[in-house]
């Protein structure tokens, strides 16, 4: 998908960024930017964990977005911090723990629903060694006792 939509970003230019002391890891795959970040856009009806889960994926900031589109916003085990100057950006703090139930559940809703958005074997099989290696640097945050910061940019 190239192009940009409505001030969309360019898909396949998107990469996040999941940080901390212990390590980080760059995601560079267009399809978990599309189905996993961006998976409440998709209209699904959800439980409420569910929901909860989706929303803190859907609250990571563009790292290089306008300062006024950053919400103050916040829930258990996670908020926005705003960029504290010139040389930083904002991003999603969190437990690693809060973030993996959250990516686990945001890969279980879009197991149950690929097919309806036509999600193809290719994108699944990059979501899932995407995620793995996420999985991976979450281990060592919480290993260390240290909190995630993820960011994207487009």
């Not at 439980?47 to 929303?55: F, N």
């Not at 919400?71 to 930083?88: E, I, M, N, T």
């Not at 060592?140 to 940019?153: D, E, I, L, P």
Request: proline fraction near 5%; aromatic fraction near 8%; glycine fraction near 8%.
């Amino acid at each position: 998908m190239t192009g940009s939509q409505k001030g969309q970003p360019e898909l396949e230019l998107v990469h996040v960024n999941v940080a901390c002391s212990a390590g980080a890891y760059s995601v560079g795959c267009a399809p978990f930017f599309r189905y996993i970040l961006r998976l409440g856009e998709l209209g699904l009806p959800l439980s409420l964990a569910d929901q909860e889960a989706v929303d803190v994926l859907a609250a990571v900031p563009h790292a290089l977005g306008a300062e006024e589109e950053v919400a103050f916003v916040s829930g258990r085990g996670w908020r926005v911090v705003p960029a504290k100057g010139d040389l930083d950006w904002p991003v999603l703090e969190a437990t690693p723990e809060r973030l993996r139930s959250a990516f686990e559940r945001a890969r279980s809703i879009l197991w149950a629903h690929a097919a309806q958005f036509q999600v193809t074997a290719g994108e699944m099989s990059a979501i899932e060694d995407e995620l793995d290696a996420v999985y991976g640097v979450l281990m060592r945050a919480q290993a260390a006792g240290v909190a995630v910061n993820v960011s994207y940019v487009a």
